[in-house]
């Protein structure tokens, strides 16, 4: 087991290295310059130099990267150039709401989408089956920004139920989470029913139901756990998508969190600020990737094994 998680942790080295690259050379292809920003309207060719060379800017681009991945082995992940203070700071003052809702919503995500595909796929009513899988394509089709100026509308702006802005308390947490979670429930809803379906027509499981075990046995201790490999893999990289879909939600419902954060820098040019954002949440995917291996490893030994 050790083997197979050190051979599983080393591959998020090019990983990370390769997102690095990445990120770095997209933030610096898009129009606009930071300095400029900073300096407001007309400013002096002088003061632009001087600013320029202050934030290492004039340096060539493979220096200029050179220099953030050595900050960034030594955890030094630049100054945000809107506020001057460290990137580390400012990513740790947002990073606990953005995952309190990410967080959130995962477990309102797995809740609803293996209950509804786990009672679609073992649903003797075919019109049960069709009308659970028509709501799971809704989930998915509806745009995450529209569902949550919907669920604003209705249970906040008619019902007054829940705060329009979310804040930090739970009721302030309740909509933004929803509104995360269903399109990545519908997506989960319609894998687990694929996998449970096919699972079902196993020899083992009609074995199972010769023995005269009851039929909620079978489903939840023999069908679902080995159906759980192909879900496993799309929550997965459902809770890395949730963490990217923040930026959305966030900017919705007026959340303090690393999704706001990112759109200020990106509209201010912050360099630094978007580096480390989007290095951050690379980090956090791959880490939750690598507890979905091991989490492989623990259902099917079979899978260390090969």
Same mark, same amino acid.
Request: hydrophobic share 55%; no cysteine; proline share 4%.
């Given at each position: 087991?050790?083997?197979?998680?050190?051979? #599983?942790?080393?591959?998020?080295?090019?990983?990370?290295?390769?997102?690095?690259? !990445?990120?770095?050379?997209?933030?610096? /292809?898009?129009?606009?310059?930071?300095?400029? !920003?900073? +300096? =407001?309207?007309?400013?002096?060719?002088?003061?632009?130099?001087?600013?320029?060379?202050?934030?290492?800017?004039?340096?060539? $681009?493979?220096?200029?990267?050179?220099?953030?991945?050595?900050?960034?082995?030594? =955890?030094?992940?630049? %100054? &945000?150039?809107?506020? =001057? #203070?460290?990137?580390?700071? @400012? !990513?740790?003052?947002?990073?606990?709401?953005? +995952?309190?809702?990410?967080?959130?919503?995962?477990?309102?995500?797995?809740?609803?989408?293996?209950?509804?595909?786990?009672?679609?796929?073992?649903?003797?009513?075919?019109?049960?089956?069709?009308?659970?899988?028509?709501?799971? %394509?809704?989930?998915?089709?509806?745009?995450?920004?529209?569902?949550?100026?919907?669920?604003?509308?209705?249970?906040?702006?008619?019902?007054?139920?829940?705060?329009? $802005? &979310?804040?930090?308390? /739970?009721?302030?947490?309740?909509?933004?989470?929803? %509104?995360?979670?269903?399109?990545?429930?519908?997506? /989960?809803?319609?894998?687990?029913?694929?996998?449970?379906?096919?699972?079902?027509?196993?020899?083992?499981?009609?074995?199972?139901?010769?023995?005269?075990?009851?039929?909620?046995?079978?489903?939840?201790?023999?069908? +679902?756990?080995?159906?759980? !490999?192909?879900?496993?893999?799309?929550?997965?990289?459902?809770?890395?998508?949730?963490?990217?879909?923040?930026?959305?939600? @966030?900017?919705?419902?007026?959340?303090?969190?690393?999704?706001?954060?990112?759109?200020?820098?990106?509209?201010?040019?912050?360099?630094?600020?978007?580096?480390?954002?989007?290095?951050?949440?690379?980090?956090?995917?791959?880490?939750?990737?690598?507890?979905?291996?091991?989490?492989? =490893?623990?259902?099917?030994?079979?899978? #260390?094994?090969?």
């Amino acid at each position: 087991m050790l083997t197979f998680l050190a051979r #599983r942790t080393l591959l998020l080295i090019p990983i990370l290295f390769g997102v690095s690259i !990445i990120t770095f050379l997209m933030i610096h /292809l898009v129009p606009g310059d930071p300095v400029q !920003i900073m +300096l =407001g309207h007309a400013p002096s060719g002088t003061d632009v130099a001087a600013l320029r060379h202050q934030l290492g800017l004039d340096q060539a $681009l493979p220096v200029q990267y050179g220099n953030y991945v050595v900050n960034a082995l030594h =955890g030094n992940l630049g %100054t &945000s150039i809107r506020s =001057g #203070r460290p990137v580390v700071a @400012e !990513i740790g003052d947002r990073f606990p709401a953005t +995952l309190q809702l990410t967080l959130t919503a995962m477990v309102i995500a797995v809740i609803l989408g293996v209950g509804i595909g786990t009672l679609a796929a073992t649903s003797r009513s075919r019109f049960i089956d069709n009308l659970l899988m028509l709501i799971a %394509t809704m989930g998915v089709s509806l745009p995450t920004f529209w569902l949550g100026l919907l669920l604003i509308y209705f249970f906040a702006l008619q019902l007054g139920w829940f705060p329009v $802005l &979310s804040d930090t308390s /739970l009721r302030g947490l309740v909509l933004p989470a929803i %509104t995360l979670a269903l399109p990545g429930a519908a997506v /989960l809803a319609r894998v687990t029913r694929a996998s449970l379906v096919d699972v079902l027509h196993q020899d083992y499981i009609r074995t199972a139901r010769a023995k005269g075990l009851t039929r909620s046995r079978v489903v939840w201790r023999h069908a +679902l756990r080995n159906g759980l !490999i192909v879900v496993l893999t799309i929550a997965g990289l459902q809770f890395g998508g949730l963490m990217a879909g923040s930026v959305i939600v @966030e900017t919705v419902f007026g959340r303090t969190g690393l999704g706001s954060f990112v759109v200020n820098a990106i509209q201010a040019r912050d360099y630094p600020d978007i580096q480390g954002v989007v290095l951050v949440i690379a980090s956090f995917y791959v880490v939750i990737n690598l507890i979905i291996d091991v989490l492989y =490893g623990l259902i099917n030994p079979r899978i #260390r094994v090969s």
